[in-house]
């Protein structure tokens, strides 16, 4: 099993659309949780923290599930610019900052 | 601020050369990480240098890669007798504590 799962899809989606991305994760001392954007040819850009209360920014919106090991991204009034890779990303040692744990990533187009 | 440089941008080069790609981290940042990227491909990670803390080189593919860092600062990965299997984009990230921010990557060619 992978240490973090995501679904590649791709979602292919309408402007204004809500869709939400799923990742799980192996390791449950896992402590820190990220979602990444990668566009075409780009480099990865953090996207968002994961906290355990959950938080949201704008339009985007991350939980985490402990107990089910999840991790969650939710997009609303989705636009053009939003097409992308999303990366999931999980602390892969528990509490330490050594390495993080790439998932590979869920592709995302956001049609007109 | 300045995020993370890398240099060369591309890099084109004949099988059996070695190569040294170059990483710039954000100031301040401790902790300087190598990736490799294949097209289409997720991040395969390579070394971590954090501090004065030896190296985890755990994910080098072969004793042909090497990494240093020079006063706990800019990185340089070598790739020694290139192979063609070694053509990525090649990610450098620092973090000061578990965020890592990335630099624009080297795409590297081996012909």
């Known amino acids: 099993r992978k240490e973090v799962e995501q679904d590649p899809g791709p979602f292919n989606v309408p402007e204004g659309a809500t869709v939400a991305f799923n990742c799980t994760y192996s390791?449950?001392?896992?402590?820190?949780f990220f979602w990444y954007r990668q566009d075409c040819r780009k480099e990865p850009k953090l996207l968002m923290s994961v906290y355990s209360s959950g938080n949201e920014d704008g339009r985007f919106t991350a939980q985490l599930n402990r107990a089910s090991q999840y991790i969650s991204l939710l997009i609303r009034d989705s636009k053009l610019s939003d097409s992308a890779t999303y990366l999931c990303?999980?602390?892969?040692?528990?509490?330490?900052?050594?390495?993080?744990?790439f998932g590979s990533g869920t592709q995302l187009t956001v049609l007109p | 601020g300045a995020g993370v440089s890398q240099s060369p941008s591309n890099k084109v080069t004949e099988k059996g050369k070695d190569v040294e790609l170059r990483c710039d981290p954000i100031?301040?940042?401790?902790?300087l990480y190598w990736y490799r990227q294949s097209l289409g491909q997720g991040l395969e990670f390579l070394i971590y240098f954090q501090g004065n803390s030896a190296p985890d080189k755990s994910g080098l593919p072969s004793d042909r890669f090497s990494a240093e860092r020079t006063g706990g600062s800019v990185s340089t990965l070598t790739i020694q007798r290139t192979q063609q299997e070694d053509s990525a984009v090649y990610l450098c990230a620092s973090s000061y504590q578990y965020e890592q921010y990335f630099g624009p990557g080297t795409r590297l060619t081996v012909t």
């Open positions: 390791n449950s001392a896992s402590q820190s």
């Open positions: 990303v999980v602390n892969s040692l528990g509490g330490s900052a050594r390495q993080l744990t």
């Open positions: 100031s301040g940042h401790t902790a």
